[in-house]
């Protein structure tokens, strides 16, 4: 990691507020229960698993994960892989605010 990278990092949000925001969008955009998204672990089925996540349903997704947590998801950044779970998702969206 770059001092530049561990700066950025380190003055982002944090993984739990990550993981907290994450949580709300998935629940707001996709009309699910609270307690519901609180039992999300690393390994929990997305795309494919909640009805409720269709193809209609990602573009209002990945829209409110830019506007709420400030980044840019370009088209070639999307596949079926960082929709397959929510960890995977997790882990896309750290990855693109460390970009920056």
Do not use: C, N
Not at 17 to 32: F, K
Not at 69 to 98: H, N, P, R
């Amino acid at each position: 990691m770059t001092a530049e990278t561990a700066s950025t990092a380190s003055t982002g949000p944090s993984r739990s507020a990550i993981d907290q925001t994450l949580r709300a969008i998935l629940r707001d955009v996709l009309g699910l229960d609270q307690a519901q998204v609180d039992v999300f672990d690393g390994d929990t089925g997305l795309f494919g698993h909640l009805p409720e996540l269709d193809s209609m349903a990602v573009a209002g997704l990945l829209t409110e994960i830019e506007d709420r947590l400030d980044i840019v998801i370009e088209d070639e950044d999307v596949d079926g892989e960082m929709l397959e779970s929510y960890g995977g998702l997790l882990a896309f969206t750290e990855a693109k605010i460390v970009e920056g």
